[in-house]
Every structure is written in C-alpha cells, then in structure tokens.
T-cell receptor, first 113, second 114 residues
Framework: KQEVTQIPAALSVPEGENLVLNCSFTDSAIYNLQWFRQDPGKGLTSLLLIQSSQREQTSGRLNASLDKSSGRSTLYIAASQPGDSATYLCAVYSGGSNYKLTFGKGTLLTVNP | KAGVTQTPRYLIKTRGQQVTLSCSPISGHRSVSWYQQTPGQGLQFLFEYFSETQRNKGNFPGRFSGRQFSNSRSEMNVSTLELGDSALYLC?????????????FGPGTRLTVT
C-alpha cells in the first residue's frame, strides 16, 4: 500500500527566504508525482508534474525534483513571498492495476512580510 | 478554457438523507476522479470514471457511488448520510486514460451533515 509522507507539517519563514519542502513515498513503482497548492477552503492548484522518467521540473520560482529509487521528492521555492502562503500537497500515481493518486497530508507554509 | 466546475459549492444535509454532487470536467477531458478531504484523513480517493465506466475505486462503503455521462460530466451520490461524511469533496479531470497526464481540480463542494 502506497504511503506518502510530507515533512515538515508546518513551516514559517520570513519573506525572501529560499525553502525546501519534502515528500517521501513507500512504493517506488510510480507513474508520476504531482505537487499541488491549496488555499484555505479552496480546491487544488497543480504546480508541477514530474513523470517517473524525469528527475526535475521547473516553473518560475518553483523547482521540483524526483528520486524514484529512494522514494523522495523535494519542492524548492526561491525568494518566497507572502502570496506563497498555502498548504502544499504532494501526490503520487501508482498502484499497478489499482492505480490511483495518493496524497500526503501536506505542508502548511506561512511566509511572513 | 474553462476549468473544472462543481455544483453546489456548499450543502447542508441531515443524517440519513442522501445527496448528489455534480462535476463538469475541462472540455475534452474524459477522465473524472472524486476525492474526499477531511482534516483527520486528508485527501482520499473515492473513484474514477473514464468514458462512462468506473475504472477504479477507493476504499469507501457502498453508500458512495457515482456515474459519468456521455458528455463526461460526473455525479457522485452519497446515501444514508452520516456525520462523518462531512467533508470537502473534490473532483479532478484529466485529458487522457494515460497515467502521466495532470489532474486538474475543481473548487470542491463543502458538505456538512448535521
């Protein structure tokens, strides 16, 4: 059974700081990994999708890496801004014949002005 | 291109009642998945529909059911509501049957059971 863990559960940083969010998964036989952002009471916004054959993806100030063999992914946020404050969720597609998206519990990020 | 839409956005029901939630995927997307989000359990997969067929199912009781129409719109039904069904229900659409495509989420339906 796939399990996804995100560390830390919460993070508070001053504006301008670079930061790293961590995601680990127990079954390395994944198809892809996706990072999402969720604002309070809202739906999920897709940030980055990394295919199983890829090592990293970049979008603006965001960079996500994937090490499938060790079951780890990181989301790097450069020059953080107050508008980056949200919950960040990591999810993996896996499961063989019973494939599904399995989510971590998320990291609550607060960027202080 | 319009995003994923869900209706209604908020719903209050009484224990024992049933409820139907609706999801309209992004135009051209044929896969629709449903998720339940609660503070304690986080996001959990309910089921996925592709071309009107349920392709995959999570570990939820039979009170949770769904269907998909020929225009890819999907509905989710919960019968005999329990207090523990209070949650944010999210649907997501994807452009292909392939696993590698992104999931795009709607804003969710907030269900409160009293």
């Amino acid at each position: 059974k796939q399990e996804v863990t995100q560390i830390p559960a919460a993070l508070s940083v001053p504006e301008g700081e670079n930061l790293v969010l961590n995601c680990s998964f127990t079954d390395s036989a994944i198809y892809n990994l996706q990072w999402f952002r969720q604002d309070p009471g809202k739906g999920l916004t897709s940030l980055l999708l990394i295919q199983s054959s890829q090592r990293e993806q970049t979008s603006g100030r965001l960079n996500a890496s994937l090490d499938k063999s060790s079951g780890r992914s990181t989301l790097y946020i450069a020059a953080s801004q107050p508008g980056d404050s949200a919950t960040y969720l990591c999810a993996v597609y896996s499961g063989g014949s019973n494939y599904k998206l399995t989510f971590g519990k998320g990291t609550l990020l607060t960027v202080n002005p | 291109k319009a995003g994923v839409t869900q209706t209604p956005r908020y719903l209050i029901k009484t224990r024992g009642q049933q409820v139907t939630l609706s999801c309209s995927p992004i135009s051209g997307h044929r896969s629709v998945s449903w998720y339940q989000q609660t503070p304690g359990q986080g996001l959990q997969f309910l089921f996925e529909y592709f071309s009107e067929t349920q392709r995959n199912k999570g570990n939820f009781p039979g009170r949770f059911s769904g269907r998909q129409f020929s225009n890819s719109r999907s509905e989710m039904n919960v019968s005999t509501l329990e207090l523990g069904d209070s949650a944010l229900y999210l649907c997501a659409s994807s452009s292909s049957s392939a696993f590698s495509y992104e999931q795009y989420f709607g804003p969710g339906t907030r269900l409160t059971v009293t």
